[in-house]
């Protein structure tokens, strides 16, 4: 999953399950792994131009009672900039 997609992915799961128009919570826990096993493999060394207006949804996406994909997203992204 490239970064821009995790991004997108992690702030939907954010939106927590009931918000998920999908049949069940398997497919949001899938889609979870992916994303955080996505940011396991990107490399923290390549030179991207990464640019935010706000660091806001970012910072909204370190809470501990989302799922680790949107975690650990939001801090490869903060380790980035």
């Known amino acids: 999953i490239p970064y821009n ?12 399950v009931e918000a998920w128009t999908i049949s069940s919570s398997i497919e949001q826990y899938i889609v979870n792994q992916e994303v955080y096993d996505a940011t396991q493999t990107w490399d923290l060394h390549k030179s991207r131009t990464i640019n935010y207006r706000s ?11 989302f799922p680790t994909g949107c975690i650990m997203w939001a801090v490869w992204a903060m380790t980035n900039l």
């Open 55 to 65: 660091l806001t949804p970012i910072l909204r996406l370190l809470n501990e009672n």
């Open 5 to 16: 997609c995790g991004g997108i992915l992690a702030n939907i799961l954010s939106d927590g």
